[in-house]
């Protein structure tokens, strides 16, 4: 379980830095004590815990440029989190820093139909904003599986993805306009309401920096028309590798879908314990592929959709009849995560990306590798995209079992980049892959990402020891926590 | 002037070239003039030797090409496959390179309705100030390891690196396009019938208006399809309408992408927009000579201005909008109220500590 770290008097610095704090927060929303504190230790990846020196709550866009000022002028890291739902562990907090939680700034400030954009703050929720912009028969496209509950403003800085990526990319391709303060504390707005811009796209640059380029504090996003309808199809497979195929197969005839979702028969099982979507008993993969667009159009592609499904070996098919229907189909694939808590006390996600058509193979190669090591493994994936979400199944009370998880984690990131693919889809580096960046890129090619972040955040305060791994090119982190963090004794492993 | 380097046929050659050149600027075939113009002083490093296709799989829906390669000989090799780039990439008839078309951030019509050529772009290699050859990005078409390079080279015209190679994700072509023509009294009332259409559940590809009140809409999908979207679509839009399919809305389509105005002295400049700035824009431009179009559901305008450029730059900066001029007199290609400069300033201090490529 937890080990707090030692108790130790505050450095005269940090004390300094927290009267000045005081100044500027109530106390109601600047919280400091180990029982205030708590909650703000972890976020979705729930294997590293931290805690900050304290957490200051903004409720205006000036409270946090003031918050990001402060830590400039105190030498104090800092991390903006949201709903703390990051599972790579983007947002959990340095030791001796300041936590900055941005819930509270969850204002939408604008919708407007015309344009198409919503002007939010970044403490608003992801699914929120879809439904202030449902009067306008509009929506927010990315739809990460957590958008119940997570922020735009963790959504931005990781750059989240969702189901729906196959055919309306990832947030960056929805975040127009960002005014966001600097880890010096200057302000600067990057893009704006248009769809175009001039010059190089600064927004585009910002967007999944994780937290590493300060704290952004309002979001222009783009809005796209709710499609007429939608056609969602279940089919379910004896072997995972057709309905690997299955989806090669609908690639080739040129229509683009929706959503293309793969589960295999742990993950079904746990859907099916905490859910129950009803899939079909028994199978070994589902594929689940969603159309949507206009009437017409929509039924011309499903009628080859279904063709092409029928004849790729699926064991049952099943049409979504009502929008209940279609929800429950989703229900099980979106609490997949959460489901599969029934089924393991622990577990690590993995979101490695591979080509396309090499989709077969890698399950083959993670099917060899859960067994190799002895090791259970779930797989959910946003098949359309080659994007992999192995959950990779452990007990934490089991002495060793995290650091086993993670060794096998670590040769599934290998295996995506040996098949030409990415550490991550959707999920960003974070604290969790950031030893495995180095093996996507070289030392030149990251040489230059860390002279760009050492451009804007020289003092390395802004979330630091995310994305890279501390070394001699590094910026030096404002206090302690330069350090690994576990070397430092700072964090505990659950 | 500095001595102008040969024209490299590798990335490593551009890196040698790149080290070679205290002050250049990369070029492609040079479609957008001023965007490769050499500020006093400065080489001109010629992409063309750079090119071809280095990778595609048409069943990954990827590409990777070299910078100097031209749009057509990729489009064509996409074609093949019913395949295609579905932002448009403009000048591309006129011999635009790839790397060009990064280094500009130009998107045509297509770009409504699935985003522009930052939303398609992948990977990047490319040669900074200091002449090191790096990567960033991928070449799958989902990735968000390290920081998002390939965004920013989108629009970097030319002056935070040479861009020498990117990787792109494809979408299928569509099987077939059909357009309503509808014609309005006034831009008002284009306007608003543009403003009920990009809420509408319609498919759209494709949004162009063209004072005083000519509203294109394009649709997609199988021919089928069209005898019962068509009359739909047509009815909804109102104004005068008239449909256009085949040969005929392929040449309709390929006259509304940007072009180059006739007259050599005259400007071309993107200036993005908003639906709501259209109105009163509009008024300005027209009153000034300027012809000029608005692209993609109202949210750039392609402006042919009479000139000077300097002229269309106070105009601009005067409304709050920036600009880009992509042939005519200017000091810099970047005009009006751009924004986010102090980001920009230090992302160009990081890629181009010694600047030798021009600023912005």
Not at chain 2, 41 to 55: K, N, P, S
Not at chain 2, 280 to 291: F, I, K, N, V
Request: with cysteine.
């Amino acid at each position: 379980m937890t080990r707090a770290a030692p108790p130790a008097p505050l450095p005269a610095a940090s004390r300094e830095f927290l009267s000045a704090l005081e100044g500027t927060f109530p106390r109601a929303r600047l919280l400091s004590s180990p029982a205030e504190l708590a909650p703000f230790e972890s976020d979705g990846l729930t294997a590293f815990r931290v805690s900050p020196l304290a957490v200051v709550i903004p409720i205006s866009k000036d409270e946090v440029v003031a918050a990001v000022r402060l830590c400039h002028r105190h030498r104090i890291p800092f991390v903006a989190r949201g709903s703390g739902t990051s599972l790579s562990g983007g947002s959990v907090p340095v030791a001796g820093g300041l936590l900055i939680a941005m819930n509270r700034l969850d204002r939408i400030l604008k919708v407007d139909p015309v344009q198409r954009i919503a002007i939010v703050e970044p403490g608003a929720v992801n699914s929120a904003v879809s439904r202030a912009a449902a009067p306008h028969r509009l929506y927010y496209a990315p739809d990460p599986s957590s958008q119940p509950i997570c922020t735009i403003g963790g959504n931005v800085a990781f750059n989240a993805g969702g189901a729906h990526c196959l055919k309306h990319g990832m947030t960056s391709n929805h975040v127009l306009g960002i005014t966001a303060v600097l880890p010096d504390g200057e302000l600067v707005e990057l893009g704006g309401e248009s769809l175009e811009s001039v010059g190089p796209d600064l927004t585009g640059v910002y967007t999944g920096n994780e937290g590493l380029f300060g704290v952004a504090v309002e979001f222009v996003l783009r809005l796209v028309p709710m499609p007429e309808t939608y056609r969602t199809i279940l089919a379910a497979y004896e072997r995972i590798e057709d309905a690997g195929s299955a989806v090669a197969s609908v690639v080739a005839t040129g229509i683009l879908p929706g959503a293309m979702e793969i589960m295999d028969r742990l993950a079904l099982e746990a859907a099916e314990a905490a859910v129950h979507p009803g899939y079909p008993k028994d199978a070994n993969a589902v594929l689940l592929v969603e159309l949507e667009g206009e009437k017409a159009g929509v039924e011309s592609d499903f009628a080859r959709l279904g063709e092409v499904i029928r004849a790729s070996g699926a064991r049952e098919v099943r049409i979504a009849r009502t929008p209940e229907e279609r929800m429950l189909f989703w229900k099980g694939r979106k609490s997949a995560f959460s489901a599969v808590g029934r089924i393991s006390p622990d577990f690590l996600v993995q979101d490695g990306v591979v080509p396309r058509s090499r989709l077969s193979e890698a399950l083959g190669e993670i099917e060899k590798l859960s067994r190799s090591h002895g090791i259970r493994v779930a797989n959910v994936f946003h098949a359309g995209d080659g994007n992999l979400h192995p959950l990779i199944l452990y007990d934490g009370r089991e002495p060793g079992a995290l650091d086993r998880a993670e060794v096998l984690a670590g040769e599934i990131l290998r295996l995506c980049l040996r098949l030409g693919g990415s550490i991550t889809g959707e999920h960003g580096v974070g604290l969790e892959k950031k030893a495995y960046l180095p093996e996507m890129f070289g030392e030149t090619d990251l040489g230059v990402m860390r002279r760009l972040h050492r451009a804007i955040d020289p003092l390395g305060l802004s979330n630091p020891g995310k994305m890279f791994v501390a070394g001699a090119s590094a910026p030096v982190p404002g206090q302690r926590g330069a350090h690994p963090l576990e070397k430092a004794g700072l964090i505990s492993r659950e | 002037m500095s001595a102008a380097p040969n024209s490299p046929r590798t990335p490593q050659e551009v890196a040698s070239a790149v080290r070679d050149t205290p002050h250049l600027i990369p070029a492609g075939a040079g479609t957008k003039p001023r965007l490769s113009q050499p500020p006093p002083g400065f080489a001109v490093l010629d992409l063309r030797g750079l090119t071809g296709i280095v990778a595609y799989e048409p069943g990954e829906y990827t590409f990777t090409a070299l910078a100097g390669t031209p749009l057509s000989e990729i489009a064509s090799a996409l074609a093949r496959n019913g395949q295609h780039l579905p932002f448009d990439p403009p000048f591309a008839d006129s011999g635009a390179t790839l790397g060009g078309a990064i280094a500009s951030g130009l998107s045509g019509p297509g770009r409504y309705r699935y985003g522009g050529l930052r939303d398609f772009i992948l990977g990047v290699r490319y040669v900074t100030g200091l002449g090191e050859l790096a990567l960033a990005g991928g070449r799958v078409v989902k990735n968000a390891a390290g920081f998002d390079l390939p965004k920013l080279f989108t629009g970097s015209l030319g002056r935070l690196g040479v861009i020498v190679e990117a990787s792109f994700k494809v979408f299928p072509q569509q099987w077939a396009h059909a357009t309503v023509v509808a014609q309005f009294p006034d831009m008002p009332a284009a306007l608003e019938a543009m403003a009920r259409l990009v809420t509408s559940p319609f498919d759209i590809e494709g949004l162009e208006l063209e004072p005083p009140g000519t509203l294109s809409v394009r649709i997609g999908g199988s021919a089928e399809t069209f005898a019962e979207r068509l009359p739909r679509l047509e009815g909804f839009v109102g104004g005068r309408a008239r449909r256009v399919t085949g040969g005929e809305e392929e040449e309709l389509w390929r006259g509304l992408a940007p072009r180059m105005p006739e007259t050599p002295s005259r400007v071309l400049a993107k200036v993005p927009v908003t639906p709501r700035a259209i109105a009163e824009l509009d008024r300005d431009l027209g009153a000034a000579g300027a012809a000029r179009r608005y692209s993609a559901g109202g949210s750039v305008a392609w402006v042919d201005w009479p000139a000077p450029a300097g002229e269309l730059a106070g105009l601009l900066a005067a409304r709050g909008l920036a600009g880009l001029v992509i042939r005519g007199d200017c000091q810099t290609p970047l005009i009006g109220r751009t924004r986010g400069d102090l980001f920009r300033s230090r992302v160009k201090a990081a890629m181009d500590p010694a600047g030798r490529f021009p600023d912005f």
